[in-house]
DNA sequence: GTCTATAGAGTGATAGAC
DNA sequence: GTCTATCACTCTATAGAC
């Protein structure tokens, strides 16, 4: 992978081992070799590995949310609003895979100021879709429930697509998208189905098994 | 945590620090320091690092599997069961919250033979929601949908609540696995809500940006 | 079953030439 | 902007005493 930039070849090298072999796993020398360059001159480009993992995953957040603001730019009532975010977060994160596997995976390579970094960005992206259900259920459209447990579960859904989704497999980012966006509404809305108390017969055994 | 058996000490320790810094990240003398023993002795009761990180998968995922076996067992109709399921998931990813969490964080830590042996008990235990699906949608219970992409979204869902739950929080285990319950079921059922050719309005803008 | 000591390899990062 | 050479350190794992 060759290019006349190669900050942006690095980040590309890097991108592809992190995803396949994780950050701690994937060394300065293994970066330089896919680079086609020494492992000193990685150096030169990035000031250190943390640096080159904030950088990914800084540009990754940054993009995530211009993307989901211009798709909802204009967009009118509320379920159409959860309809094209859910789209949008499950496209993102299909086309750009890689990135959004390592943005989830490989927090903690980070350092206490970037992590913090990272986490708001991510924190105020959350938010729009809390505001989404916050909304919904005010006007009548979803069912009541805790906003925050929701929007984790939406959110999670799309975001492990990221770690099986095969570009050349049996689905298209399209036909995952049309999955996702039906069972998630299906699941906020406030529906024939009793939303609340959770029937279900107690468990009778404990998790950590006979003891 | 002394103990009287230093090989589940050990084994405990590890727990700890795998899920707090990740495997890579934690160093055989981080495993001794926590036990309260020199990093040789580690090897007399675990060959090397990837057996002690296989040992704590592979017994996750047998636990996991002999639970919701064990709280299915005389439980009737498919809704129920799926209700069960569920609430079996929950509980044994919040209650186990740190061995869920390595499970899904650090495959990549094993060798080929060891990762084969943990996806093979992972594939049989989605397996199970699989069936749960495919009966509901045969009964008319549950709305026809891509049943593995439906297993995966369940199964995320509750599984990513090992990632953020915290034992001393807002919610108690049994008020989110309610939840998720209801999400859940709501999600999947043939109900007054439309599922699938989810309309949306088309997303303007690459995922790339603009190039 | 735990210890001390160490082998052998690899790590992130830096110095300084070109 | 990339190179060679190297520093200072850490890592997993083993040998052999007790």
Redesign the pocket.
């Known amino acids: 992978m060759p290019s006349a930039n ?1 900050k942006e070849t690095i980040k590309a090298v890097a991108i592809e081992l992190f995803a396949e072999k994780g950050y ?1 796993a ?5 970066i ?1 070799r896919g680079s ?6 990685i ?3 990035y ?4 640096e080159l993992l904030f950088h990914i995953l800084d540009t990754t957040m940054t993009d995530l949310i211009a993307y989901i603001q211009r798709n909802l730019t204009g967009v009118g009532d509320t379920e159409t609003r959860m309809r094209v975010a859910v789209r949008s977060h499950v496209r993102f994160h299909l086309e750009r895979q890689k990135e959004n596997f390592i943005a989830n995976a490989e927090m903690r390579g980070l350092t206490e100021d970037h992590y913090r970094d990272i986490v708001a960005e991510r924190d105020a992206y959350e938010r729009i879709f809390q505001s989404l259900i916050r909304e919904g259920a005010a006007a009548g459209v979803f069912a009541d429930g805790d906003v925050k447990i929701l929007s984790y579960a939406i959110l999670t859904i799309c975001t492990a697509g990221a770690a099986w989704f095969r570009p050349d497999g049996r689905l298209s980012i399209d036909a995952i998208a049309a999955i996702y966006e039906d069972f998630i509404l299906s699941g906020l809305k406030r529906g024939a189905y009793r939303i609340g108390a959770g029937f279900s017969p107690p468990l009778g055994f404990s998790a950590h098994g006979d003891r």
Not at 26 to 30: K, L
Not at 47 to 50: F, G, H, I, T, Y
């Open positions: 190669m701690f994937t060394s300065i020398s293994d330089a086609g360059i020494q492992k000193a001159s150096y030169y480009h000031p250190s590995k943390e």
